[in-house]
């Protein structure tokens, strides 16, 4: 078992920075990639980054791609997401997951996680 605390979501005006972070406990955390998804009032979730166990590869999606960065230090046991350009449209709640495998083709769907974080809030005022 995995488990996962996301934390660092706030309440920003657009064209901010945040960094979120993911710490996980539990089991080891090795060999695990890492995805950070979003969910918004009334809508579906979404994926928004990915991060391969070896950190040498990270996609994104093309709503984010050039402001959000995602990255990992596995001695921690933490991911981070540092969210820069802030718009209006990326409030929502933030949901880090682990992917067993190192990496996965189908990071962008969530039945490829194995275990989710609570979730954290970031609220962009325009």
């Known amino acids: 078992q995995v488990q996962l605390v996301e934390s660092g979501g706030a309440l920003v005006q657009a064209g901010g920075s945040l960094r979120l972070s993911c710490a996980a406990s539990?089991?080891?955390?090795?060999?695990?990639?890492m995805g950070w998804f979003r969910q918004a009032p009334g809508k579906e979730r979404e994926f928004v980054a990915y991060i391969t166990w070896s950190g040498g590869s990270t996609y994104y999606a093309d709503s984010v791609k050039g402001r959000f960065t995602i990255s990992r230090d596995s001695a921690k046991n933490t991911v981070y997401l540092q969210m820069n350009s802030l718009k209006p449209e990326d409030t929502a709640a933030y949901y880090c997951?682990?992917?067993?495998?190192?990496?996965?083709?189908?990071?962008?769907?969530?039945?490829?996680?194995?275990?989710w974080g609570q979730g954290t809030q970031v609220t962009v005022s325009s």
């Open positions: 997951a682990a992917d067993p495998m190192s990496y996965s083709s189908s990071y962008s769907r969530e039945g490829t996680y194995r275990y």
């Open positions: 539990g089991r080891t955390f090795s060999g695990y990639a």
